[in-house]
T-cell receptor
């Protein structure tokens, strides 16, 4: 299996621009998670989906952030407008079924907002 | 989910066993102990998990005390590639936050030649 795929791997943008991060989960996995990692706050869960439906978005920092999962093989995390404090590494992870199953993480997208 | 406490950093000599402790004194009966690690610039990687019995897989062993208030992750023969941040996470099943893994600051393990 190819594992969780994220794109782009690196993104540099200017403040105010829209940023879209993409994730393809492992085939057959029905849970998808978006995390953000910074030096100050560590690894934080932003939102997760089950069967393409958002279950918990309490970690989404503000209305500038939105996430969608139009089908079982694709999800996006969008930031509009972006701000320098959004600079971080964004990870996508997926999991199959039962609660005790493990999460598999993608390689992450390094976002720098100037 | 119960809170965990880990030392911020540890060193280990290459080829020796690395023993990483974790305290979870408020753990409840239906909470599992998970270990993940994050090698620099990569996404976190699952290592092992357990409820109350000791567990072993190809990567590591997990020793949970009888009262379940602490655990130790053991890497039996550490290599330089095991240098990473190791996260101990306690998670309850069957609760409303069924999907969440809450990552703390973890332990930075430095394996030295």
């Amino acid at each position: 299996d190819a594992g969780v795929i994220q794109s782009p791997r690196h993104e540099v943008t200017e403040m105010g621009q829209e940023v879209t991060l993409r994730c393809k989960p492992i085939s057959g996995h029905d849970y998808l998670f978006w995390y953000r990692q910074t030096m100050m706050r560590g690894l934080e869960l932003l939102i997760y989906f089950n069967n393409n439906v958002p279950i918990d978005d309490s970690g989404m920092p503000e209305d500038r952030f939105s996430a969608k999962m139009p089908n079982a093989s694709f999800s996006t995390l969008k930031i509009q407008p972006s701000e320098p404090r959004d600079s971080a590494v964004y990870f996508c992870a997926s999991r199959r079924g039962a609660e005790q199953e493990t999460q598999y993480f993608g390689p992450g997208t390094r976002l720098l907002v100037l | 989910d119960a809170k965990t406490t880990q030392p911020p950093s540890m060193d280990c000599a290459e080829g020796r066993a690395a023993n990483l402790p974790c305290n979870h004194s408020t753990i409840s009966g239906n909470e599992y102990v998970y270990w993940y690690r994050q090698i620099h610039s990569q996404g976190p990687q699952y290592i092992i998990h357990g409820l109350k019995n000791n567990e072993t897989n190809e990567m590591a062993s997990l020793i949970i005390t009888e009262d379940r208030k602490s655990s130790t992750l053991i890497l039996p023969h550490a290599t330089l590639r095991d240098t990473a941040v190791y996260y101990c996470i306690v998670r309850e099943f069957g609760s409303s936050n069924t999907g969440k893994l809450i990552f703390g600051q973890g332990t930075t393990l430095q394996v030295k030649p």
